[in-house]
C-alpha cells in the first residue's frame, strides 16, 4: 500500500512539475551505479534539511534524469548544477529541465566524470549512492582541494560508501536520518565541512 501512495505520488508530481524523470538506466562507466531516482517526498525532504537560500549553489553529483535538479531550482537557489557522465540522461535532464514549471533557478549540467568534474561554486551537494567506494573517495579529494575554501554541506542518500565520509577529517557528520525511522525508502547522512 505504501509503495502505491509513493507511486502515485511521483506520478502527480512528474505531472505537476511537467518532467519526466522515472525509470532505470543501466550504468555505462566504471564504478557507477545504475541511473535510478527517489521519491518526490524524499527528494523534497532532503533539500528542505539542507536549508538551501539565495547563496546556495546546488550540486547534484550524477544528476541523471535531474529529479533532484528540478526539485532544487524551485527554490529560491542561486544556481542548480547537474554532474553526469551519461550525455543522454543529460540532454534529457536538459530538457526536463527546460519544461519544469516554476521554475526559479537556472539548471545546468557539468558534462563527464565527477572524479574530473568542477566544483567552484557549489555550496551543497547532494548524492543518491552515484557510484562505488573508489570513485567517492576521488571525488571527495578533489571537493577537498577546492580554492577557495568555502563551507559546504553534504546530503548523502543511501550512503553505502559512508565510511569514506568518516575517513574524511575535513568534513563532520551532522545528521544521520535512518530509513525505518522516517519512513523514506532510503537512509540519509548529512555532513559539513569542519569549521
Ligand atoms: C542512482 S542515480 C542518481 C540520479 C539522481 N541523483 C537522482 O537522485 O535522481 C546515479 C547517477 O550517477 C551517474 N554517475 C555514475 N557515476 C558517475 C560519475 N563517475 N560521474 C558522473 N556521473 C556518474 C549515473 O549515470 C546516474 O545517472
Known sequence: MQRLTTRLGNLWWERRLGVSTRGIVAADHPDATHYA??????????????????????GDLGSGLGRVLCCA????????VGFEVNDTLTEAALANA????????EVSVRRGPCE??????????????PF???TLRAVLDRI????????????????????VFAEC????????????????????RFYRTVP
Open 132 to 134: 562505488g567506494e573508489r
Open 73 to 80: 531550482a524551485r527554490l529560491p537557489v542561486k544556481e542548480a
Open 37 to 58: 531516482t527517489m521519491s518526490y517526498t524524499a527528494v523534497r525532504r532532503i533539500l528542505a534539511a539542507l536549508e538551501l537560500g539565495r547563496d546556495d549553489v546546488f
Open 144 to 163: 577537498e582541494k577546492r580554492e577557495p575554501r568555502t563551507p559546504l554541506r553534504f546530503a548523502y542518500a543511501n550512503p553505502v560508501h559512508a565510511r
Open 116 to 129: 574530473e568534474a568542477d566544483f567552484t561554486g557549489i555550496t551543497a551537494f547532494f548524492l543518491f549512492d
Open 169 to 188: 577529517p575535513w568534513l563532520e557528520e551532522v545528521a544521520f536520518w535512518d530509513a525505518a525511522a522516517t519512513g523514506l525508502e532510503h537512509s540519509v
Open 98 to 105: 527546460a519544461r519544469l514549471r516554476a521554475r526559479k533557478a
